[in-house]
């Protein structure tokens, strides 16, 4: 069986610089592709790298498709090599979308032969089948964001750390907690960015917090594994790996070393979503699924994939569509037909 392949580039604009200890991030760029198979039925899928996790750049990411002939084959599809983990993801989704009705032939409804399936973006959240942490900005912006997004429906707050003085965080960290009403879950994400000892005041502040704080994601580099490790065992607050485990490869690395406290996954820079479902089924990880903040195409690849591995009571980080404009999702169509 043979495939026809299409591929675009597009980029998108954040409504803000999202601003994390890796830096500010201002513009998504990612690859849309189709397939279309001998029957006509369309596949959609989406390739987002994030290098600075792990993932394939961008341009080797266009690179592997400039070099692909149109008609590609499933073997092709399945022999993406794992140094291009988000190939492997857009590749396999578009495949996987192909006449199930997902992205394919089931759900043309208005629209035409290669438009591109946009579907109720972004649906309100409490339409979704799973709950949903939104991602606050870094900062005492934090502190007058949280409520909007409270009225939305949101319960689970991610906050960014690690891009100001620590003293600085810590005082609007506990104006932020004391603030939250009582049912509320606060997320740290310091992406890296603290010393040990700074990770551990973190999470000795976290701990006067039991019942709001979840979790402090990615405090130390990724070569800190064992210090993460130990500090695991240290203090109530969990901690979740992201970086550390942003490949299927990491994954499997991180488990064989011991790590049994959360795994944050990122389903469209991990790699392969048939061997990312074998391994959290075999292994019943605790995991956090969380967004790479991708177009309509790859969130649906993504949120399918959490709807079947996360864990019930674990939000998924996709509450970003406040920093993403609205519009541009009809925006992919055009640029889908234009370019
Ligand atoms: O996980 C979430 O709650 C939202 C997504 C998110 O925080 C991130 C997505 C991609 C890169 C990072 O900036 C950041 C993260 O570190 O988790
Ligand atoms: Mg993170």
Same mark, same amino acid.
């Given at each position: 069986?043979?495939?026809?392949?299409?591929?675009?580039?597009?980029?998108?604009?954040?409504?803000?610089?999202?601003?994390?200890?890796?830096?500010?991030?201002?513009?998504?760029?990612?690859?849309?592709?189709?397939?279309?198979?001998?029957?006509?039925?369309?596949?959609?899928?989406?390739?987002?790298?994030?290098?600075?996790?792990?993932?394939?750049?961008?341009?080797?990411?266009?690179?592997?498709?400039?070099?692909?002939?149109?008609?590609?084959?499933?073997? @092709?599809?399945?022999?993406?090599? +794992?140094? $291009? =983990? /988000?190939?492997?993801?857009?590749?396999?989704? %578009?495949?996987? !979308? &192909?006449?199930?009705?997902?992205?394919?032939?089931?759900?043309?409804?208005?629209?035409?032969?290669?438009?591109?399936?946009?579907?109720?973006?972004?649906?309100?959240?409490?339409?979704?089948?799973?709950?949903?942490?939104?991602?606050?900005?870094?900062?005492?912006?934090?502190?007058?964001?949280?409520?909007?997004?409270?009225?939305?429906?949101?319960?689970?707050?991610?906050?960014?750390?690690?891009?100001?003085?620590?003293?600085?965080?810590?005082? @609007?960290?506990?104006?932020?907690? +004391?603030? $939250? =009403? /009582?049912?509320?879950?606060?997320?740290?994400? %310091?992406?890296? !960015? &603290?010393?040990?000892?700074?990770?551990?005041?973190?999470?000795?502040?976290?701990?006067?917090?039991?019942?709001?704080?979840?979790?402090?994601?990615?405090?130390?580099?990724?070569?800190?594994?064992?210090?993460?490790?130990?500090?695991?065992?240290?203090?109530?607050?969990?901690?979740?790996?992201?970086?550390?485990?942003?490949?299927?490869?990491?994954?499997?690395?991180?488990?064989?070393?011991?790590?049994?406290?959360?795994?944050?996954?990122?389903?469209?820079?991990?790699?392969?979503?048939?061997? $990312?479902?074998?391994?959290?089924?075999?292994?019943?990880?605790?995991?956090?699924?969380?967004?790479?903040?991708?177009?309509?195409?790859?969130?649906?690849?993504?949120?399918?994939?959490?709807?079947?591995?996360?864990?019930?009571?674990?939000?998924?980080?996709?509450?970003?569509?406040?920093?993403?404009?609205?519009?541009?999702?009809?925006?992919?169509?055009?640029?889908?037909?234009?370019?």
């Amino acid at each position: 069986m043979t495939y026809r392949f299409e591929f675009r580039l597009i980029a998108r604009k954040f409504l803000r610089s999202l601003t994390t200890s890796h830096g500010n991030w201002d513009i998504r760029e990612s690859i849309i592709l189709r397939l279309i198979d001998a029957a006509g039925r369309e596949g959609w899928g989406e390739i987002p790298p994030i290098s600075w996790f792990g993932s394939e750049t961008l341009p080797q990411a266009l690179d592997f498709c400039h070099q692909l002939p149109q008609e590609i084959t499933q073997e @092709i599809i399945f022999s993406i090599p +794992d140094a $291009l =983990p /988000a190939c492997q993801f857009g590749f396999e989704s %578009a495949w996987e !979308g &192909l006449g199930t009705g997902d992205w394919g032939q089931g759900d043309k409804g208005t629209r035409g032969q290669g438009d591109i399936p946009i579907t109720n973006y972004p649906l309100p959240i409490t339409h979704y089948p799973l709950p949903i942490s939104a991602l606050l900005p870094a900062g005492e912006a934090a502190l007058n964001t949280w409520q909007k997004l409270w009225e939305e429906g949101y319960r689970t707050f991610k906050w960014k750390i690690a891009v100001d003085a620590i003293a600085n965080e810590l005082k @609007i960290f506990h104006l932020l907690i +004391d603030s $939250l =009403p /009582a049912s509320t879950k606060l997320r740290l994400d %310091a992406n890296a !960015g &603290l010393s040990y000892q700074e990770a551990e005041l973190w999470l000795e502040n976290g701990d006067k917090f039991p019942e709001k704080m979840e979790f402090l994601e990615q405090p130390l580099a990724v070569t800190e594994f064992e210090a993460m490790l130990q500090l695991s065992n240290r203090y109530q607050t969990a901690i979740a790996l992201d970086e550390s485990v942003a490949t299927l490869s990491q994954l499997h690395a991180a488990y064989q070393q011991g790590w049994r406290d959360i795994f944050v996954i990122k389903p469209a820079i991990a790699g392969s979503p048939s061997r $990312l479902r074998q391994f959290c089924k075999q292994h019943n990880i605790d995991a956090v699924f969380s967004s790479v903040f991708e177009t309509a195409i790859g969130r649906y690849a993504a949120l399918k994939l959490a709807a079947e591995l996360s864990q019930p009571n674990r939000a998924v980080g996709f509450g970003i569509n406040h920093l993403l404009k609205k519009e541009e999702e009809t925006w992919l169509q055009r640029l889908w037909q234009n370019l």
